[in-house]
């Protein structure tokens, strides 16, 4: 199983992105797939969580009403959409299975991330 995110790039604040995740080995339609992003200096912060079982999907406070998920089957692949894209965002992101454990999201096989950076 690997989960392959893409697409990072320079932007300037302000700016939009779209991030691809391609998924080998599993089909995406049956798992909840997340994104989370490490920021040099800073903890792992997980971004979103799309929770096909029950069609929820969580964003963190972050990055809610600017980051959008969505997924397109038929290519078995996830998006992130990232739009209104501030400086604070730049690091490298990544895409993985997600799941709620205790209260809090975890994530697992990620494979590599992209590399977002924001320009002031």
């Known amino acids: 199983v690997q989960l392959q995110a893409s697409g990072g790039g320079l932007v300037q604040a302000g700016g939009s992105l779209r991030l691809s995740c391609a998924a080998s080995?599993?089909?995406?339609?049956?798992?909840?797939i997340g994104w989370f992003r490490q920021i040099p200096g800073k903890e792992r912060e997980g971004l979103s969580c799309?929770?096909?079982?029950?069609?929820?999907?969580y964003y963190a406070d972050s990055v809610k009403g600017r980051f959008t998920v969505s997924r397109d089957n038929a290519k078995n692949a996830e998006y992130l959409q990232m739009n209104s894209l501030k400086p604070e965002d730049t690091g490298v992101y990544y895409c993985?299975?997600?799941?709620?454990?205790?209260?809090?999201?975890?994530?697992?096989?990620w494979g590599q991330g992209t590399l977002v950076t924001v320009s002031s």
């Open positions: 799309n929770r096909n079982s029950d069609g929820s999907t």
């Open positions: 993985a299975l997600c799941r709620l454990d205790l209260g809090e999201y975890e994530y697992d096989q």
């Open positions: 080995g599993l089909t995406l339609d049956n798992h909840a």
